[in-house]
Antibody, heavy 118, light 107 residues
Framework: EVQLVESGGGLVQPGGSLRLSCAAS????????MSWVRQAPGKGLEWVSVIYSGGSTYYADSVKGRFTISRDNSKNTLYLQMNSLRAEDTAVYYC????????????WGQGTLVTVSS | EIVMTQSPATLSVSPGERATLSCRAS??????LAWYQQKPGQAPRLLIYGASTRATGIPARFSGSGSGTEFTLTISSLQSEDFAVYYC?????????FGQGTKVEIK
């Protein structure tokens, strides 16, 4: 059974950093395209970043240069390093597996809330 | 950036009735279009990909159609568990973009 479990969210001050983790089971992270999608409180979904099985990475313009997606193959875990956080980064962050090398999302984690506030 | 526009914003439907949700892309996305369902406090759930292919385990009352810039999600006979917010997403161009959502509520 495919499972994705995020952790690492919390309250952080503007300008601060946070690292989110997404532990996967039931499949191999490194063999799939993996992504982060966020949802601000009461708002819609916003794609954040993707890492291809080959290691290439892509980012939304809103986070480019501040966020870094990565994975640890030995731990079968996806990460999102978030630096220079802003109030507008406040959201529930979901990790998601992409389906069959296409960029739709067939499995989602339960999400972890990041709140950026002083 | 491709803008995805969903209509209506809210759809009031009685159980057992048919619901038709629309999604329009600002430029062609071919058939690279997915639909998701999200209930309060839950993660989104994939319903449809490739504009018309149901995801694993999705009931046959959900169907998708369209290509290019105009897409439709149809729920043939609404069940109580179908009242939720529905999002479309294009994956043809960077950045990946979602519509703003259609809330399907009980009439």
């Amino acid at each position: 059974e495919v499972q994705l479990v995020e952790s690492g969210g919390g309250l952080v001050q503007p300008g601060g950093s946070l690292r989110l983790s997404c532990a996967a089971s039931g499949f191999t992270v490194s063999s799939n395209y993996m992504s982060w999608v966020r949802q601000a409180p009461g708002k819609g979904l916003e794609w954040v970043s993707v890492i291809y099985s080959g290691g290439s990475t892509y980012y939304a313009d809103s986070v480019k240069g501040r966020f870094t997606i990565s994975r640890d193959n030995s731990k079968n875990t996806l990460y999102l390093q978030m630096n220079s956080l802003r109030a507008e980064d406040t959201a529930v962050y979901y990790c998601a597996r992409c389906g069959s090398y296409y960029l739709y999302f067939d499995y989602w984690g339960q999400g972890t809330l990041v709140t950026v506030s002083s | 950036e491709i803008v995805m526009t969903q209509s209506p914003a809210t759809l009031s439907v009685s159980p057992g009735e048919r619901a038709t949700l629309s999604c329009r892309a600002s430029q062609s996305v071919s058939s690279n279009l997915a639909w998701y369902q999200q209930k309060p406090g839950q993660a989104p759930r994939l319903l449809i990909y490739g504009a018309s292919t149901r995801a694993t385990g999705i009931p046959a009352r959900f169907s998708g159609s369209g290509s290019g810039t105009e897409f439709t999600l149809t729920i043939s006979s609404l069940q109580s568990e179908d009242f939720a917010v529905y999002y479309c997403q294009q994956y043809n161009n960077w950045p990946l973009t979602f519509g703003q959502g259609t809330k399907v509520e009980i009439k």
